[in-house]
């Protein structure tokens, strides 16, 4: 796979987990650390639940994101401001009319139905905020039978718009536009997001909802 669309991009043609690999290199990766495997077979979603990362044709990358205040402080926000991201790459292959949905906390949607997920995992020393590994799958390009067996209303992209995904071109504009969002989001938090999060959330979130964190 080619690499240099970004700094920092480390591919894998089949791994653990994108962020378990985040978590156990966090010491050594530098800030916005971008990893991307074909396959995941451990792969997982909220709560330890399987995320099936078999299909090399479907998106699988994390980000690290090294600990900085401003990341801190807004942290609890991280996983519905990745999710508008990614949801706004989908809409990139959709009709204007078409739109994704969230469902809270980190469920992309499309008509009811999953296409992506996000999970981010905080890796904290007592109060301090070491850093942040922000998984994303996204179904690009799945068989009728492939989603079926998902043990929950699910889709992908490929089926929606009737033809194949480039895979590659969808990460790269995935990366683009994440890392020149983050940014925005590092300045504002989601003050800058939040209207868009409001058009897009179907499901309230939960009082004192976050991101999932481990404290050593």
Known sequence: METNFADHVYYF??????????????????????????????GKGRYGREWVSSNPENAYISFFLKENLS??????????????????????????TQKC?????ND????????????????WTGECLKGVAVGIG?????????VASIDQ???SLNLIVRHSIDKYQ?????VFRFLE?????????????????QQRLVQVPLEGASSKGVRV
């Open 13 to 42: 043609a089949s791994i653990r987990s994108t962020n378990t690999y985040i978590h156990e290199n966090m010491d050594i990766l530098p800030d916005k650390s971008i990893i991307i495997a074909d396959q995941q077979f451990c």
């Open 71 to 96: 990341l801190q402080s807004n942290i609890s926000s991280l996983t519905q401001f990745t999710s508008i991201v990614v949801a706004q790459c989908l809409e990139l292959y959709l009709p204007a």
């Open 101 to 105: 949905s969230i469902k809270w906390p």
């Open 108 to 123: 992309v949607m499309f008509q009811n139905k999953k296409i992506a997920g996000v999970l981010a995992e905080s890796k």
């Open 138 to 146: 996204v179904n690009l390009n799945m068989t009728r039978k492939e």
């Open 153 to 155: 209303p699910a889709t």
């Open 170 to 174: 969808y990460i790269k504009e995935l």
């Open 181 to 197: 969002s983050y940014n925005t989001f590092l300045c504002t938090g989601m003050d800058f997001f939040q209207n868009e999060l």
